[in-house]
Every structure is written in C-alpha cells, then in structure tokens.
C-alpha cells in the first residue's frame, strides 16, 4: 500500500513538473531559437563551415541539356510561303563541372570572392544521337548579326554588302553539324570581314569559348553578419549594377546565383537570382510542396510576370531599350549584351509568353512541366534538392533596307535552341541532410516530447490514484 502510493505520488509530481517545463519552453520557443541560431551560425560561407567546402566544390552532378530546332522548309520561309516548320532535335547532354577557384575572403572577412569555371564533358548514353554526326538546318546567325548591324548603314552600302554576301554563297539558313553549332565552326563570312576588321572572331558557335571558362569574378556575401545575406551577390565583375538596360531597377544585381538560398525560407517570399545568361536577375515564387529523396522541399519557379512586357509588368519597363520596338510578354531582347547580335532569350517553346511567338512557329508548343524553370529547396537549410534552369535562345528576323534575302521576313522570333540545365542532389548529401534535418525536428519538439511525457505520467499517477483507493475500500470492508 504505502509503495502504490509513493509511486502514485512520485508520478504524479514528475508528471506536472515536465507538464509545466515543457509547456513553458513551448511558449517561449527556447529550443527552436536555440537549434535556429546554431544552423545560422553553421550555414555560412567562411573558412571551417560545414557547408564552405560543397559550396567550392558542390558533389551533386549537373548535366546540360541541349535541344536543337532543325528547320524542315526553309526556303518555303524564306519565299513568304509557309510559317517556318522545326522539329526538335535533342538532348545532347553534357555533364558539368563548375569549381570555384582563386577563392579569397574581402572586405575583413565579411564576402567572399570567387570564379566559377565551367568544364563541359560529353554524356553519349544519355544524348539521343552524335554530336560530330547528326547535321542541324538552322537561322545562319554571324550573317543576321552583320545585317542587324547595317541596318542603319543607308540603303547603297547595304546594298553592296548583300551583294558582296551573295557572291561567297551567304544565305539566310546554314546546315552545320551539332557539335560546329554548338562549340564552334569557321565561318566564311566573318573570315572575310576579319580581312578588314583584325579583331573579328572568325569562328562561331553558339557555346563557342564557353568551355573551360567563367562568367567573371563574384563576390558573395558570406551570410555570418546577417543570415538571410548568405550567398547573395555583392558585385559581378567590380560592379555592384549592370549597365545593359535603361533604369537603375533593371540594371540592379539582386539575389544568388542560383545554387545556395538562406536557411529558413518561407512560402511568401521573393527569391531573386541574377543570370549572366540572362545579363539580368529574375525572380521566383512558391509554387508548392515537393519531396525528394525523403528531404521536403518548397518549388519556387517564376510568375508570369518575370518576363512580362513593361506595359504589364512595369517593373520590366527598363528592359526595352528601345521604346518603339519593345516586345511582348514571355521574351527578353539581350542584344545589347551580345554585342549587338539580335539575340531574343525565354522560356522553352515560349512558355509563359505571348501565344503570337508560339503560334507563328510550326513545331512549337509550350507545357508547363516540361518547360518551365524551377527550384526545389529544402525550407529548413535552403539547400537546392533540385533544380531545372532552362531557357530558349532566339534570333529576331526582320525585314532589312537594301537585303533582299530579307524581303519576306516580319519581326519572326525565330528560335534556335533551347537548353535544360539540371542538377539532382546526391545519396551521400541527401543522407547528410536527412540526418540534420532529423536533429532539427527532434530538438525543436523536445518541449513537445516534455508535454507527452508529462501527460503520460498524470495520467498513470490518476490510475495509480483510483486503484489504490479503490483497494482502500477493499480493505476497510473487509
């Protein structure tokens, strides 16, 4: 009798103690702020972090995807005769290697500065075909970029150029295998104009010199100061803004470069990357709730609105900088960094654009889950799961003063190529985060285990309670 009761009462008491401990510390938040303000202190870009050495040198793979559009009829274009018709020829999937290198801490320690080199190897059983093989019909680019230049030459001398053009079989199409349109081919065209101007390339390629090289100095803030900082670009090559576009909003570098987001993300915010691709940064929203490898995660992907024109997005007004000539919603003119080249970028099969640039395109037709640009990132690390970049590079056809190869054209966004750049984690890391993410939950519900554990004991000290008075009767009757 008197062991059930100090048992009842032991119970009892250590039930309300870890009752009240726990709820109090529940209230308070104290574990949660605790098991926050190690993760920020750990997620850091600086020398000895956990996370410094994967940022150097990140162990997921990332493959690039390219997809050509081969064109099938273009003299019936060419003629006025036909909408231009393409199929689409693709992936030819490159693995990629992007290390940092000459890495070094600036401004007292608080950024970091580094360059990305990006190696390109090629992946044949994960590509539909051979890259040195398979020929494309395609827009003959070097010359719509001498004629974009002309344009403004006066009607005589452009006149002699096409004429000149004419001579060494310039046409507005070329055929050129895969691997000469992507990293490089010896125009004839552009051989001629280096006769009189040295310092022209005479090589072309849409991926010409991009292996082995970067896209220029970063300096990142390292996020120990200010969390919600860390890997957010402090300037790209010395320079804190661009300078390709009309308003100080477009030029503005804001965001990461894509591959690390602060720990602690929400639904609600803005994510912002800047793309040199892009020579812009754009913005993503929460789409939904996504899990990978067993590690949830938030999709972020970007609205409509990302490449909206400026007459329905104003922010995108700096973007056109020619104002009679801006275009509409879903493309980006970046010739005024691209050396003039009259490079129109979007989204996939223009996704997310205008139905006019789709339509005027046989071959084309947008989806949203094949097409569209996403990140998947773990709300709690801001550790990328996956992520799917891509984009479509188009060439602007336009009538030409004085060009009769260009007497049928009509402000046709005609596009050349799109690509899909992708990178899943790895086992090894997602078992890494798996096992802190494990940590996190089980520390921040301690107070909450607290509160289980104490119920449990009321409630076993209650029975204790009715069974020992219950034997009390028992015993007084008899």
């Not at 490449?307 to 973007?319: H, I, Q, R, T, W």
């Not at 966004?413 to 890391?429: K, R």
């Not at 029975?463 to 009390?472: M, S």
Request: hydrophobic share 40%.
């Amino acid at each position: 009798m008197r062991k059930g009761s100090c048992c009842m009462f032991t119970s009892g008491v250590i039930g309300a103690v870890l009752l009240i401990m726990g709820t109090g510390l529940f209230v308070s938040g104290l574990f949660q702020t605790l098991i926050h303000n190690k993760l920020k202190g750990e997620i850091t870009l600086t020398e000895g972090s956990k996370i410094f050495a994967t940022w150097k040198n990140p162990p997921p793979p990332v493959y690039m995807e390219f997809f050509i559009f081969n064109v099938t009829n273009p003299d019936q274009f060419l003629k006025g005769e036909a909408k231009p018709h393409v199929t689409t020829m693709g992936p030819y999937t490159y693995r990629e290697f992007r290390p940092k290198h000459n890495v070094s801490f600036v401004h007292n320690g608080t950024k970091v500065a580094a360059y990305t080199k990006k190696i390109f190897v090629f992946e044949p059983e994960k590509s539909v075909g051979d890259p040195n093989v398979d020929l494309v019909t395609t827009v003959n680019i070097p010359a719509v970029a001498v004629i974009n230049r002309l344009k403004g030459a006066g009607f005589w001398v452009a006149s002699g150029i096409s004429m000149y053009m004419g001579s060494i079989g310039t046409t507005m199409f070329m055929t050129h295998t895969v691997q000469e349109l992507l990293w490089g081919f010896k125009d004839p065209l552009l051989t001629r104009l280096k006769t009189i101007k040295p310092e022209t390339d005479e090589y072309f390629g849409l991926m010409l010199h991009k292996n082995s090289s970067d896209d220029g100095e970063f300096v990142y803030h390292t996020g120990e100061q200010n969390y919600l900082d860390f890997g957010r670009i402090y300037t790209w090559k010395g320079e804190k803004m661009v300078s390709f576009w009309k308003t100080n909003q477009s030029n503005m570098i804001n965001g990461t470069d894509g591959s690390s987001f602060h720990p602690f993300l929400t639904k609600e915010e803005r994510l912002n990357v800047f793309t040199p691709d892009l020579c812009r940064s754009i913005h993503m929203r929460f789409e939904k709730e996504v899990e990978l490898k067993g590690i949830p995660a938030y999709r972020f992907t970007p609205p409509r609105d990302t490449l909206a024109s400026g007459k329905n997005n104003p922010e995108n007004e700096g973007f056109c900088v020619t104002p009679k000539k801006c275009l509409d919603d879903g493309v980006l003119d970046v010739s005024v960094c691209r050396k003039g080249a009259p490079v129109v970028v979007s989204f996939p099969h223009f996704h997310l654009g205008d139905e006019k640039y789709a339509q005027a395109i046989d071959g084309i037709s947008p989806v949203h889950e094949h097409h569209q640009t996403f990140l998947d990132l773990n709300p709690t690390m801001g550790v990328p799961v996956r992520a799917m970049k891509r984009a479509q590079f188009n060439i602007h056809l336009e009538r030409v003063s004085g060009f009769p190869l260009t007497r049928n054209l009509n402000n046709t966004i005609f596009p050349i190529l799109f690509l899909n750049e992708s990178v899943v984690i790895d086992d090894a890391s997602a078992a890494r985060i798996q096992k802190l993410l494990l940590i996190v939950t089980l520390v921040s519900r301690f107070p909450l285990i607290l509160v289980a554990m104490g119920v449990i004991l009321l409630l076993v000290s209650i029975i204790l309670a009715i069974r020992f008075y219950q034997n009390k009767n028992i015993l007084t009757t008899a």
